[in-house]
Structures are given as structure tokens and as C-alpha cells.
């Protein structure tokens, strides 16, 4: 007679439990420091990005800004008519017909304050700008640029009026015997003195690494053609 012995059950010891878990342990904290290493990058390149893109949009509109620039008349400190651009290496002021705020033309200042680039506006289409030393109230003021170091501006052009008709009589050979005429960098803009607008501004400034970045920006040419002909015409 055949005698039923138990079965032998099977299954996990506690042992084996204790060192599966184990392993699953360093598995799921092993994926979640690779995530956190990704994360971490992954964010860092995004910040990146969209500083970097957020930037080159305000570039742009600097840009645009300048390329913007009109050759507005209005009566100087010296009574004289002349072109409004009042600058140094600090800051800048003048019309352009590509403000960032308006949709039409506005007369904008740019200036250095501590790490930033501040940008001002105000809309002269209803309330026109008449004279150089006129008070005006901005209407719209944000930080353009933010954490630049050693920033500044630069110009280059005629010192006068009267250079620049010297270069164009030595052009047509009416004017010999001098070295030629030409027009040089400066760090001041003085509209009294100069009357028209510079042949280019150059922006420079420098980030956390001191990496130096240097922007040139040319506003339209040959303002002198509408300062002559309001003169002519006002004579």
C-alpha cells in the first residue's frame, strides 16, 4: 500500500525576497539619478536656449532700432536747426520710426544703469519734439539687456558739418593740398556742434567670463541732404 507523501511546495524564501527587493532597489535608484543627471542638463540647455534666443530677439530689436533712426530737426541749444542725436558713452537719444513699443515714431533713449541696458520711450506723433533741451515723460521703460559688464558706446563720423564739406570738395578735386579728410571714432555726440547723424554706432560689452561682444549698427545715411534742404528751405 502506496503511502501519500506531501508535496513540496514551491516558492521564494525570504532570503531570495530580501535580495530581489535589494536589486530592484538599486535599479529603480539607479534610473532615478541617470533621470536626475538628464533633468539637470536638460534644464540647463533649456535655460540656455531661450536666454540665448531671448537675447538675439532684443538684438534685433536693437537693431531694427538704429536701422530706424530718423534725421528729426529740431532747434539745438544754439538756436541752429539741427538733427536730433544726443549720445555719449553711456547713453544715447533719438527718433526712429521703429520703436519697440509705438507703431509710429517715437523719440527713445537707450542708457547704461550698473549691469543693464535700459531702453525709454515716448511717442511723439501726438506731442512733436521741437527743441534739443526739451523734458519729455516716458511712456514705456524696460531692461533691454541685463548682466552686461563694461558696456558702452562708440561712434564714428564727421566731427562738423564743415568737415564733411571739406571731404566732398576734395572728392570733386576743389580742395587740394591738405591730407586727406576723413571721418574718425569719437565718444561724445554733441548736436550743437556736429548737426547731423554718425555714420555708425558700435555697442560693447562684456559677460560673467569678461567675453567681449561687439556690435556695429548703421544708421541711415546722408542726413546732411535733410538738414541742407530744411536750411535752404527755412532761408
Partial sequence: MKM????????????????????L?????????????????????????????DQGIKLTSLSRLFEGTMPYIVEDKTKQPS????????????????????????????????DNLIYRESTITSAPLL??????????????????????????????????????????EQLRGQAPITPNW???HLMESIRILPLSIALTFSDKTLQKTSLTFIPPQHSQHTLFRYIREDT
Fill in 186 to 188: 569719437y565718444n561724445e
Fill in 4 to 23: 501519500n507523501l506531501p508535496r513540496k511546495q514551491s516558492g521564494f524564501t525570504l532570503i531570495e525576497l530580501m535580495i530581489a527587493s535589494s536589486l
Fill in 83 to 114: 538733427i536730433y542725436f544726443i549720445a555719449n558713452k553711456e547713453s544715447i537719444s533719438f527718433v526712429s520710426n521703429a520703436p519697440i513699443f509705438s507703431q509710429s515714431t517715437a523719440l527713445v533713449e537707450l542708457q547704461f544703469i550698473g
Fill in 25 to 53: 532597489m538599486l535599479v529603480m535608484y539607479a534610473g532615478y539619478f541617470a533621470y536626475s543627471l538628464y533633468s539637470n542638463s536638460w534644464q540647463k540647455q533649456s535655460d540656455a536656449f531661450w536666454k540665448t534666443t
Fill in 131 to 172: 527743441k534739443q533741451d526739451e523734458n519729455r515723460l516716458w511712456q514705456h521703460s524696460i531692461i533691454l539687456l541685463e548682466n552686461i559688464y563694461q558696456g558702452e558706446f562708440t561712434f564714428y563720423g564727421w566731427k562738423n558739418m564743415q568737415q564733411l564739406r571739406d571731404y566732398e570738395l576734395q572728392q570733386e
